[in-house]
């Protein structure tokens, strides 16, 4: 809009604080239209998060040749896990002067996901578990933090972030959302927990303080069966349900998930396989669980104390969809293989939410590689990265698993070595090595 009062164009600031546009054009709330900035009384403060004028900074976009990047709007990375905070770094490293405005839904804390499955046995609270909190890691990185921000929609042609604290420009964005615990329809997710992040872990570490509990664990995969050996190292009580009946069978072939199933009933936990909850109560004392076998299609019931979720990961569709990029339910947001750029321009996606090649990417390991393919093609023009399978490693202290390849459990798995304290597998594929896997149990059992 053309100014009006004698001066320069109009202008738009943004709150430095909360990420609110004050444009002078269209006023703010009491204030006309027409109002420049400097002529606010200095007792104003921003009408979101009550930040004084000062906080505020020019929002300006201007066209830009490749690789100058003078443009305020800079890089947006929504999602401050692992993933975002590798972003954030990977463009640091590259460039120390970038604008780089960082929005998540929580404080941003820097902390290492994977731990929090055997974080409770070690007596580890979640201060020990922050490396840096987000306010200090943001100065450290001279990024914008939007913290308990959350991003309603993506509109991708006019490039903006609309959240609840304004509307927030950008010349490239990363999507590092993460993917959600999914709840079955038979579970309300007001009755069981879950510990896919800081702040629910740290809701159930206080409560498992006041006493010793019994807890289900529902989904014996590998958050699941780590958990349920670190509750038990920690005095409660552990019933692990599964539809499977044995821990890791989407993974591991019947003769090594049978060898971790001894070793962690060996330790006290109480497997419950071929179990399908169909309906859980709560009750005076905990909850009620109602579990059918999936054989005699028998009923059972279990009384516990509190539930666990631990039945996989989903990826939340709305934000993709607002942005018009593709994306599966099942899978996530495709991705391109070496740029892990999506099919909208300028708008990029790393970790748990995508997939590659129709292959979802939920381990933590290529973060950092994946992180450096999108500052390089965001600011060098080059996107180099290559997607390699992941070492995958379960945390339990009875028995040591790790697998690299691309394992599953049907496939032509071959014996290597098999004695009481190694199991040692290959899998054939074309006759071709495409996996293995090492189990390793300790001669004496760990107390």
Same mark, same amino acid.
């Given at each position: ?33 027409g109002t420049r900035l400097d002529d606010i009384d200095e007792g104003w403060g921003c009408p979101v998060c009550g930040a004084s004028k000062d906080g505020f900074e020019l929002c300006e976009q ?5 690789? +100058?990047?003078?443009?305020? $709007? ?9 993933? =975002?905070?590798?972003? /954030? ?23 290492h996901k994977p731990m929090l499955s055997v974080a409770i046995s070690g007596q580890k609270t979640p201060d020990d578990l922050i490396r840096s909190t987000g306010r200090d890691a943001a100065h450290? *990185?001279?990024?914008? &933090? ?29 999507? !590092? ?20 992040? &800081? ?19 529902? %989904?014996?995969?590998? /958050? ?10 920690? %005095?409660?009580? /552990? ?15 019947? #003769? $090594? ?15 419950? =396989? ?9 009750? !005076?004392? %905990? ?16 009384? /516990?104390?509190?539930? #666990?979720? $631990? ?16 994306? +599966? ?42 992180? *450096? ?7 060098? =023009? ?28 049907? =496939? ?36």
């Amino acid at each position: 809009m053309t100014a009006t009062d004698g001066h320069t164009a109009w202008q738009k600031f943004i709150c430095q604080a909360c990420g609110h546009i004050y444009d002078e054009a269209m006023g703010d709330g009491t204030l006309p239209v027409g109002t420049r900035l400097d002529d606010i009384d200095e007792g104003w403060g921003c009408p979101v998060c009550g930040a004084s004028k000062d906080g505020f900074e020019l929002c300006e976009q201007t066209t830009h040749a490749k690789g +100058d990047h003078t443009n305020k $709007a800079g890089i947006v990375v929504i999602g401050a896990g692992l993933a =975002g905070w590798s972003v /954030v770094d990977a463009l640091r490293a590259i460039d120390k002067d970038i604008a780089i405005t960082l929005i998540t839904a929580d404080d941003a804390d820097r902390y290492h996901k994977p731990m929090l499955s055997v974080a409770i046995s070690g007596q580890k609270t979640p201060d020990d578990l922050i490396r840096s909190t987000g306010r200090d890691a943001a100065h450290a *990185a001279n990024i914008r &933090l939007l913290a308990d921000t959350w991003v309603r929609d993506i509109d991708a042609v006019a490039k903006q972030v609309h959240t609840t604290h304004g509307d927030i420009p950008y010349d490239d964005l990363v999507l !590092a959302i993460g993917a959600n615990p999914i709840y079955p329809p038979s579970i309300d997710r007001a009755m069981a927990w879950h510990i896919n992040h &800081l702040q629910p872990f740290a809701k159930l570490q206080a409560r498992l303080n006041d006493s010793k509990k019994h807890l289900a664990i529902i %989904g014996a995969g590998m /958050v699941g069966t780590e958990f349920a050996e670190d509750l038990i190292r920690a %005095g409660h009580k /552990v019933s692990l349900i599964d539809a499977n009946t044995r821990p890791l069978s989407a993974l591991l072939p019947k #003769v $090594a998930s049978d060898r971790i199933l001894a070793a962690i009933t060996a330790l006290g936990v109480d497997f419950i =396989g071929n179990a399908l909850v169909q309906s859980v109560e709560r009750t !005076a004392d %905990g909850y009620s669980i109602q579990m059918q076998d999936g054989t005699s299609k028998q009923m059972h019931t279990l009384m /516990v104390d509190d539930i #666990v979720m $631990a039945t996989g990961l989903m990826v939340d569709e709305h934000l993709p969809a607002s942005a018009g990029i593709d994306f +599966d339910r099942r899978t996530g947001i495709a991705v391109h293989p070496t740029t892990l750029q999506t099919s909208a321009p300028h708008i990029y996606a790393i970790g748990d939410c995508i997939s590659i090649e129709g292959v979802p990417c939920r381990y933590v390991a290529p973060h950092r590689a994946q992180a *450096a393919a999108i500052a390089g093609h965001i600011l060098q =023009g080059v996107g180099d990265y290559e997607h390699k399978a992941p070492m995958i490693r379960l945390k339990n202290k009875c028995i040591t698993v790790t697998a690299n390849g691309l394992p599953h459990a049907e =496939g032509d798995w071959r014996i290597d070595k098999d004695d009481p304290e190694e199991l040692s597998l290959s899998m054939y594929q074309d006759g071709q090595v495409i996996a293995k896997a090492l189990l390793k149990t300790p001669s004496k059992q760990a107390t």
